[in-house]
């Protein structure tokens, strides 16, 4: 069944939603010093922090949850939906959820209340009459996944809109495990680049509410056609160009399209050694005969990874490339790998674009992958 993204708001490095879209058209690459943490001991000196703070020593508490109401907020207002009056859940994708409170707890004595690690306490917050909250953790497809509950939600007839959501901040425990597989500190998130030098950790939240298609009226910012979801249990961390694949088709199958179809991919890009290239891989399986293929841009080397909400970022801003005709470059991109060479990769500025339907892609630690087709009318 397809669903209508009716609202959405979004938070990143370089801040709210029409920030962060002005950003990317211009290539900006986000990634500061990194903060709060000693980077010698890390081995990582540079990621994409949310400018929460007015002291650049002070680390504020519980900023995941804080940056998920503010989302889920002005999602729910933007999107003209009252829980008071309809049936209203929230599902939150999350790689790491309030994992840094409880290293600050253990690190440095800073006690946190329980109830406080879970999002229920911080949507409530802000919407209290919301039906129910449910946090779901696949790593970094985990808000692809919530995309993927809610349209089940909703075709059900459990909800009358679903607000699907994604959250994270950075924690010392994922600093430390990107720093230990680099002999050097990586300089720059380049994805699909020749020589890249692996990923940097971003940061923030997103989310949009949705309707069943038939009852959401005009003006909808996209419509989810499908989201095919695939779990390879291949590694611990390195992907499967098998698993990747079989999403990949889950989504077309469910989204009743073929390769033809789509004209646009955002990437899960994360500028690693093996995502790039199996990814790729995977990309010229399912797309090929289906000349040219869609243009394919990642956002990673703009804002970072951004962990439990990379699938619904990239969702916004495929939706947004379609609407405004015009498709952001892969920043930190110059010369593709070999494995890329079949792809039509946005490269240097944008490319102009007159695609009606998205394919976008996110894929987790453990093999849990997530793609989902988007449409657009404009």
């Known amino acids: 069944m397809h669903v209508a993204i009716i609202g959405a708001d979004l938070l990143t490095c370089h801040g709210g939603t029409d920030s962060t879209f002005a950003a990317l058209a211009k290539g900006v690459d986000g990634s500061q010093n990194l903060r709060f943490y000693d980077t010698d001991r890390i081995n990582v000196t540079r990621g994409y922090h949310v400018e929460d703070s007015t002291d650049a020593e002070s680390e504020p508490p519980l900023r995941a949850g804080r940056w998920l109401a503010r989302c889920v907020l002005g999602a729910v207002r933007q999107a003209g939906v009252d829980p008071a009056t309809e049936r209203v859940s929230v599902i939150v994708g999350t790689g790491l959820r309030e994992l840094r409170a409880m290293e600050r707890w253990a690190l440095d004595g800073?006690?946190?209340?329980?109830?406080?690690?879970?999002?229920?306490?911080?949507?409530?917050?802000?919407?209290?009459?919301?039906?129910?909250?449910?946090?779901?953790?696949?790593?970094?497809?985990?808000s692809g996944h919530a995309l993927a509950l809610?349209?089940?939600?909703?075709?059900?007839?459990?909800?009358?809109?679903?607000?699907?959501?994604?959250?994270?901040?950075?924690?010392?425990?994922?600093?430390?495990?990107?720093?230990?597989?680099?002999?050097?500190?990586?300089?720059?998130?380049?994805?699909?680049?020749e020589g890249r030098a692996g990923v940097l950790l971003g940061e923030g939240a997103v989310a949009v509410v949705l309707r069943r298609a038939a009852d959401a009226g005009p003006g909808a910012l996209a419509t989810v056609l499908a989201?095919?979801?695939?779990?390879?249990?291949?590694?611990?961390?390195?992907?499967?160009?098998?698993?990747?694949?079989?999403?990949?088709?889950?989504?077309?199958?469910?989204?009743?399209?073929?390769?033809?179809?789509?004209?646009?991919?955002?990437?899960?890009?994360?500028?690693?050694?093996?995502?790039?290239?199996?990814?790729?891989?995977?990309?010229?399986?399912?797309?090929?005969?289906?000349?040219?293929?869609?243009?394919?841009?990642?956002?990673?080397?703009?804002?970072?990874?951004?962990?439990?909400?990379?699938?619904?970022?990239?969702?916004?801003?495929?939706?947004?490339?379609m609407r405004s005709g015009s498709?952001?470059?892969?920043?930190?991109?110059?010369?593709?790998?070999?494995?890329?060479?079949?792809?039509?990769?946005?490269?240097?500025?944008?490319?102009?674009?007159?695609?009606?339907?998205?394919?976008?892609?996110?894929?987790?630690?453990?093999?849990v992958n997530a793609v989902s087709v988007i449409g657009v009318d404009r």
């Open 227 to 321: 989201t095919g979801l695939s779990c390879d249990a291949h590694h611990e961390t390195a992907p499967d160009a098998d698993g990747i694949v079989a999403a990949m088709r889950d989504a077309h199958r469910r989204a009743e399209v073929t390769p033809h179809d789509i004209g646009l991919v955002l990437a899960h890009g994360t500028g690693t050694a093996l995502n790039d290239p199996t990814e790729s891989a995977a990309l010229d399986t399912v797309f090929a005969g289906a000349a040219p293929g869609p243009l394919v841009t990642g956002i990673k080397g703009a804002i970072g990874h951004t962990s439990g909400s990379a699938a619904l970022m990239s969702l916004l801003v495929a939706a947004w490339a």
């Open 110 to 142: 800073i006690p946190v209340r329980r109830r406080d690690l879970h999002f229920t306490t911080a949507v409530r917050e802000v919407l209290p009459e919301v039906t129910e909250v449910i946090t779901v953790s696949n790593a970094c497809s985990a």
């Open 150 to 193: 809610a349209q089940d939600l909703l075709a059900a007839g459990e909800a009358d809109a679903v607000v699907a959501a994604g959250c994270d901040a950075m924690s010392e425990s994922m600093l430390t495990m990107i720093g230990r597989v680099a002999d050097a500190p990586t300089p720059a998130l380049r994805p699909f680049q």
């Open 327 to 367: 498709v952001p470059a892969t920043a930190g991109l110059a010369e593709p790998i070999e494995a890329a060479a079949g792809l039509r990769l946005v490269i240097g500025d944008p490319a102009p674009c007159d695609a009606r339907v998205a394919q976008v892609n996110a894929f987790g630690f453990g093999g």
